[in-house]
C-alpha cells in the first residue's frame, strides 16, 4: 500500500536525471508509463484482493504518533480510477507533448501530482490529507502554466491564489477539530464526536472551513471560479487529470469522508451539499451552452457533472440521517459512486479527443472546426462515444449512473419529503441540457463542410490514437457495473463504507511492522525470520485469531 505513494514519489524526482541522460524527448516517458503501469497493477490487486479494510502504520509507529494509510473499499476503489486515468494520460502525452520543451519537468510535475493524489485517497488523518493535497497542488498548479505563455501562465496564477486560499481554509478547519477533539485520525474524530452526542458549534464551524476548502478544490459552484480558466490552459493531458481525478480525489472523495465517516451523515451538512450540488448542476450546465472554446465548454461541463455526485452524497446524508431503508440510501450512495467513475473515464476521454483536435488543426474554437469527422475518423469516433456517454444515452455507463441518481431522489420525493421534487427535476432537465450542447460540439467540431482550418488536418499519431480508444472501450465497460456480480466486486465495498458512517473507520486490521534483534551467525537458519507482521488482534499473518 505505501507503494502507492513512495514509487511516483520517487519517480518524480529520478525522472530530471532520466531525461538528462536519455535525451529524446519520447523516451523520456518510458519510465513515468513503466511507473504507472505498475501503480495501476497494485492498485487492481488491491481491489480485488481482499474486501476487509487495511490499515498500514508508516514505520511502524502507532496511534497517536504513526502516520496511517487506509486500504478500504472507498480508497481502493478511488486508486483505481487514479491509475487508469493516469496511465493513459501518460500515453497520450508522448506524442502530444513533444512539441513542448522541458518533457522531464513535465513528467516530475505529472508524477508528484499522482503521489500527491494516492496520498490524499490512502490517508487516514486530516493533517496527512493537507500535506498531500499541498503536493498534489503545487505540482498542478504549474502544469496548468507549462505552456508559459501570457493565459496559461495567467490562469496558473489564479488556480494558485485560489487553491492556497482554499488551503487556508482547510487548515483552520483541522485546527479547529484538533482543537475540540484532540485527534486528527479520522476513527478518532469521528469516536470523539459521537462521544460527544454529535457536532457542537466549533465542529460545524470548522465543517464550514472544510466545506469552502475542499468545495474549491472540487469546483463546486459558487467555488469554481479557476477551473473554467485552468482547464484550456493546460495542456490536455493535464487537462483529463484536473477533471477526470483531481477535483474528485482532492475535493469529492475528501467531502464525502468527512460528511460521512467524520460527522456520522449529519443532515444539516447533507442539505449543504444537496443545495450546492444542485446549483453545479444546474449552472454548470447553462454555462456551457455558450462556450465557443471547446475545452472551456468541457470545463463547464465538468462542474455540472459533478454537481451530480454532490447532490446524491448529499441526498444519500440526508436519507440516513431521517432513518430511511439502508437499501434506499445504498441506491444514493452507489448512484454517486457511478457516476464519479464514469464521469472520470468519459471527461477525460473528452478532453484527450479535444487534444487531438488542437493537435491537428491547431484552434479549440468551435466556429473555425468543422468536418473533421470524416478527416479524423479515430478521434471522432471516440468523441462521439465520450459525449454520449457523458450525456446519458444509453446503453454507455452514463445513462446508468443518471438514471440511478435520478431513481434514488425519486424515491425521496415520493416517501414524502417533497423538496426533493425539485432536485429530481433539475437532474433530468440538466441531463438534457448536457444532451444539447453535446449535440453542438457534433455539429461543429466533426460534422458540415470542412474549414480552411480543417483542411490540413490528419489523424493524431498512434499513441494517442491508442489512449482515446482505450478511454471509448472503458466508457461502455462501465455500463457492467450495474451487473450484480461485477457491481458487488468494484463499488459495493465502498458504498459499504460509507453507509457504515463513523463505524466504517474503526474496524479494520492494522499492519505494524515488528523488529527483532538478528540471530547470531549460527543460529540464524534455524530461527524466525527478523521481521514478523503482527495484525490489530495480535495474530501474526496468516493464522486464526
Known amino acids: ?112 501530482m499522482l503521489a500527491g493524489m494516492n496520498g490524499v485517497v490512502l490517508s487516514g488523518d486530516l493533517f496527512n490529507i493537507f500535506v498531500f493535497l499541498e503536493v498534489a497542488g503545487i505540482a498542478s498548479y504549474a502544469l496548468v502554466a507549462f505552456g508559459t505563455e501570457s493565459d496559461e501562465l495567467e490562469a496558473g496564477f489564479k488556480y494558485l491564489v485560489l487553491g492556497t486560499i482554499a488551503s487556508t481554509f482547510i487548515l483552520v478547519g483541522i485546527a479547529l477539530v484538533y482543537n475540540v477533539t484532540g485527534h486528527l485520525n479520522w476513527a ?9 452526542g454529535g457536532p457542537t458549534l466549533p465542529i460545524y464551524v470548522a465543517a464550514a472551513f472544510f466545506l469552502m476548502g475542499f468545495g474549491l478544490k472540487a469546483a463546486m459552484v459558487p467555488f469554481h471560479a479557476w477551473l473554467p480558466d485552468a482547464h484550456p490552459s493546460a495542456p490536455a493531458p493535464i487537462s483529463a487529470m484536473l477533471s477526470g481525478v483531481l477535483i474528485k480525489a482532492s475535493g469529492v472523495y475528501v467531502l464525502a469522508r468527512l460528511v460521512f465517516s467524520v460527522f456520522d451523515g449529519d443532515a444539516g451538512l447533507g ?16 454555462m456551457a451552452i455558450g462556450q465557443g472554446d471547446f475545452k472551456r465548454l468541457l ?65 479549440r474554437q468551435l466556429d473555425r472546426l468543422g468536418g473533421l469527422g470524416g478527416r479524423m475518423p479515430v478521434t471522432a469516433a471516440c468523441l462521439r462515444v465520450g459525449a454520449l456517454s457523458i450525456s446519458g444515452v444509453p446503453p454507455l455507463g452514463g445513462f446508468w449512473s443518471k438514471l440511478i441518481i435520478i431513481i434514488a431522489l425519486a424515491y425521496m420525493a415520493v416517501r414524502g419529503h417533497w423538496a426533493f421534487y425539485i432536485p429530481t427535476a433539475l437532474a433530468v432537465a440538466t441531463a438534457a441540457v448536457t444532451l444539447v450542447y453535446y449535440a453542438k460540439v457534433q455539429r461543429f467540431v466533426l460534422d458540415g463542410e470542412p474549414s480552411e482550418t480543417v483542411l490540413r488536418a490528419r489523424e493524431v499519431p498512434f499513441g494517442m490514437r491508442a489512449a482515446t480508444l482505450v478511454l471509448a472501450v472503458l466508457c461502455f465497460a462501465t455500463a457492467l457495473l450495474v451487473v450484480p456480480a461485477i457491481r458487488d466486486r468494484v463499488v459495493t465495498p465502498a458504498t459499504e463504507i460509507v453507509l457504515g458512517g463513523a463505524e466504517a473507520g474503526r474496524g479494520g486490521r492494522t499492519i505494524t511492522v515488528e523488529r527483532k534483534p538478528a540471530p547470531p551467525p549460527a543460529q540464524a537458519a534455524a530461527d524466525a525470520p527478523a521481521q514478523t507482521i503482527r495484525l490489530q488482534d495480535g495474530t501474526r499473518q496468516g493464522e486464526t485469531p
Not at 271 to 286: A, E
Not at 313 to 320: E, I, L, Q, S
Request: net charge positive; charged share 10%.
Open 1 to 112: 500500500m505505501p507503494l502507492l505513494v513512495a514509487i511516483p514519489l520517487a519517480g518524480g524526482f529520478l525522472m530530471p536525471l532520466v531525461a538528462r541522460l536519455t535525451g529524446a524527448r519520447r523516451s523520456a516517458a518510458a519510465l513515468p508509463i513503466l511507473l504507472a503501469a505498475g501503480l495501476l497493477a497494485l492498485a487492481v490487486w488491491l481491489l480485488l484482493a481482499a474486501r476487509e479494510p487495511i490499515v498500514y502504520w508508516v514505520g511502524g509507529w502507532t496511534f497517536p504518533v504513526g502516520i496511517s494509510l487506509v486500504a478500504d473499499g472507498l480508497s481502493r476503489l478511488m486508486v483505481v480510477v487514479v491509475a487508469v486515468i493516469s496511465l493513459v494520460a501518460l500515453v497520450f502525452s508522448v506524442d502530444y507533448m513533444a512539441r513542448f520543451t522541458s518533457p522531464g519537468l513535465y513528467y516530475t510535475l505529472f508524477l508528484l
Open 188 to 196: 478518532k474524530v469521528g469516536e470523539a464526536i459521537t462521544a460527544a
Open 271 to 286: 442539505w449543504v451539499l444537496v443545495v450546492l450540488g444542485t446549483l453545479s448542476m444546474v449552472l454548470g450546465g447553462l
Open 299 to 363: 470545463a463547464y461541463s465538468s462542474i455540472s457533472q459533478v454537481g451530480y455526485v454532490v447532490l446524491a452524497f448529499g441526498a444519500a446524508a440526508v436519507m440516513r440521517a431521517r432513518g430511511m431503508e439502508q437499501a434506499a440510501v445504498g441506491l444514493a450512495v452507489f448512484g454517486g459512486l457511478f457516476h464519479l467513475v464514469n464521469h472520470a473515464v468519459s471527461k477525460s476521454l473528452l478532453f484527450l479527443c479535444s487534444g487531438s483536435v488542437e493537435y491537428a488543426t491547431g484552434t
